[in-house]
């Protein structure tokens, strides 16, 4: 009996860490790579560049 509850122990253990792994490597495929300082400030400045160009006063 008990050798049946640590096998199934065992066999969810194993389930759980290759769904982690799966999960982890989309989330590392989604996020792409770390940015740098500057490619923040770029994607920032694209976000906000229809804001600012709609706020401009036109004449």
């Keep these: 009996m008990n050798q049946g509850i640590r096998e ?8 759980i ?7 982890m490597a989309v989330y590392d495929w989604v996020s ?6 500057q490619e923040r400030t770029q994607h920032r400045l694209a976000e906000t ?3 600012r160009r709609f706020s ?3 004449i």
């Design 17 to 23: 860490h290759r769904m982690e792994t799966g999960v």
């Design 56 to 58: 401009q006063p036109t």
């Design 49 to 51: 560049e229809p804001i």
């Design 8 to 15: 199934v122990r065992e066999t969810s253990s194993r389930f």
């Design 32 to 37: 792409g790579p770390p940015m740098t300082e």
